[in-house]
Nanobody, 115 residues
């Protein structure tokens, strides 16, 4: 059974930082595409950052230079370091993993950035 559990969200002032964690079980992050998505109220879920199966990191234009995706193979955990946060970064952030063409999602963690 594949399970993704996010943590690290919260309330932060604009300009602040948060680090999200996604602990993965049932799937090796080293062999599969992993990423972070977010969904703001009334908007569609969008890609924030991900690793392709080839290991390259991709970022949405809106977060380039501010967010960094990383992974710890030993802990089978994916991270999203978020710096210089803006109110428009407010959303529920979801961890995603793809294995054999199937998508798996965590329950989401709320990030709220106050102005």
């Amino acid at each position: 059974q594949v399970l993704l559990v996010e943590s690290g969200g919260g309330l932060v002032q604009a300009g602040g930082s948060l680090r999200l964690s996604c602990v993965v079980s049932g799937m090796a992050i080293s062999f599969n595409a992993m990423g972070w998505y977010r969904q703001a109220p009334g908007k569609q879920r969008e890609l924030v950052a991900d690793f392709t199966s080839g290991g390259r990191a991709n970022y949405a234009d809106s977060v380039k230079g501010r967010f960094t995706i990383s992974r710890d193979y030993y802990r089978n955990t994916v991270y999203l370091q978020m710096n210089s946060l803006k109110p428009e970064d407010t959303a529920v952030y979801y961890c995603n993993g793809r294995q054999y063409g199937r998508d798996y999602w965590g329950q989401g963690t709320q990030v709220t950035v106050s102005s």
